[in-house]
């Protein structure tokens, strides 16, 4: 007997002759997020991507990784066994003794991928199931309504027994590189992380951007921002992270333009300039954290006069979401701890106190003449400070 880990996934299957390349990259990111944990063994077979050969004691952290991998849907890990009767019986009764000494209802499951095997599927559950009943005196037969449902599947590399509802799901998604890049503009707060997780979901690379105005926000506002881009890669694996000098542009809006636009022409050259840093890095869209209403600069109105100013596609993911459903993912997703840390972003240290919430776009260009936009973003633009992160 050893231990394995089987993961199932989910829209990759319906790729058709693009299934191999899309489960290669499936592989190849679970390699890669395994590598310095325990040498493995990844491959796949019927539409499974099975983990095995690795430390015995590295199973539940493989799960733990795996289950951060997009594209994946559950994970299991399961017992390997010949595909001989008496075998598979020894291997259940073995591997499942701590869950099949309490009392429980259980059934059995089986499923024959390989029909070379003497028992049917049928035929195999029942004579498991009876086995197993005799073994462990706590546990009821009960197949309409178990706790406990024993699977036993005969496949190509030998037979798997595992405990189905200790499946641990996956993310769901498309693997990461199978979505080409897009540039998250990544405040401190609590949506654009939840944007950026959404959108690699997809499949999608991510690089980021940050606006910082020292010594307006502080150091540590810095720092919040890059350990939510740690955590966003515990998902993508690394991450680009452009932290761009804010403040000149800042007290230039300030001095030079009415109060109440303050934060829009803000958001147009935090626009501009991303859209310039993601051409020049290969990356098609750009993510942002809106979600219509949520505050001024969030009307229809206000989002028409910040996305007017680039070319490229806004992915906007949590449009139509509450913050409360944003907040929950936050949670999910492990950013929103982080997120709720009191340090100072850019944007709140420049908030006007009556924001236009109904502005025209020939209006705030008018206003935005004033500045010299084109020198304030060569200016940013060669500051720009790039860190790599990656998961702790
Ligand atoms: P968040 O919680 O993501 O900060 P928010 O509700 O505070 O969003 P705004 O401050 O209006 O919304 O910002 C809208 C979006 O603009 C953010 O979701 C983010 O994508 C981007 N953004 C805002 N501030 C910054 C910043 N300092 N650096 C990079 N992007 C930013
Ligand atoms: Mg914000």
């Not at 592989?27 to 050969?53: F, G, M």
């Not at 001989?84 to 591997?95: C, D, L, P």
Request: hydrophobic content about 40%; glycine content about 6%.
């Amino acid at each position: 007997m050893r231990e394995t880990i089987i993961a199932k996934y989910g829209e990759i299957i319906l790729k058709g002759g693009n299934r191999p390349r899309f489960e290669k990259m499936l592989t190849d990111n679970i390699k890669s997020s395994l590598k310095n944990i325990t040498p493995c063994r990844v491959w796949i077979c019927q539409a499974a991507v099975y983990v095995d050969e690795f430390d015995a004691d590295k199973a539940d952290i493989v799960v733990e990784r795996m289950s951060m991998i997009f594209g994946i849907t559950s994970i299991t890990k399961a017992a390997l066994c010949e595909k001989e009767f008496s075998e598979i019986v020894r291997t259940a009764k073995e591997y499942l003794k701590e869950d099949l000494s309490r009392p429980a209802r259980f059934k059995v499951e089986a499923k024959r991928a390989d029909k070379s095997f003497p028992l049917n599927s049928t035929q195999l559950a029942i004579e498991l199931g009876g086995e197993l009943d005799d073994a462990f005196s706590d546990i009821v037969c009960d197949v309409h309504n178990p706790e406990i449902t024993v699977m036993c599947e005969i496949r190509e590399a030998g037979a798997y027994v595992y405990i189905r509802e200790k499946r641990v799901p996956g993310q769901g998604g498309m693997p990461i590189g199978s979505g080409s890049k897009a540039t998250l503009l990544l405040s401190g707060g609590i949506d654009s992380p939840v944007a950026g997780h959404m959108i690699a979901k997809r499949g999608v690379t991510i690089d980021a951007v940050n606006f910082f105005s020292f010594p307006y926000t502080s150091d540590r506002a810095k720092e919040k921002v890059i350990e939510l881009a740690k955590i966003i890669a515990r998902y993508t694996s690394k991450m680009k992270l452009y932290i761009v000098p804010f403040t000149e542009i800042q007290l230039n809006i300030r001095d030079k333009c009415p109060e109440e636009y303050m934060t829009l022409i803000m958001r147009r050259f935090m626009m501009r300039i991303s859209e310039k840093i993601a051409l020049a890095h290969g990356s098609k869209a750009l993510v942002t954290g809106e979600s219509v209403g949520q505050v001024a600069s969030q009307t229809l109105a206000a989002l028409d006069v910040t996305n007017a100013v680039i070319d490229m596609p806004v992915l906007q993911p949590l449009i139509g979401m509450d913050k409360i459903e944003v907040i929950q993912r936050a949670e999910k997703i492990g950013t929103y701890d982080t997120s709720i840390l009191p340090y100072e972003d850019c944007c709140t240290v420049f908030t006007p106190k009556h924001p236009k919430l109904n502005p025209k776009r020939s209006e705030v260009e008018r206003i935005e003449s004033a500045l010299d936009t084109e020198a304030l973003e060569a200016e940013a633009l060669a500051g720009v400070e790039l860190i790599e992160v990656y998961p702790d």
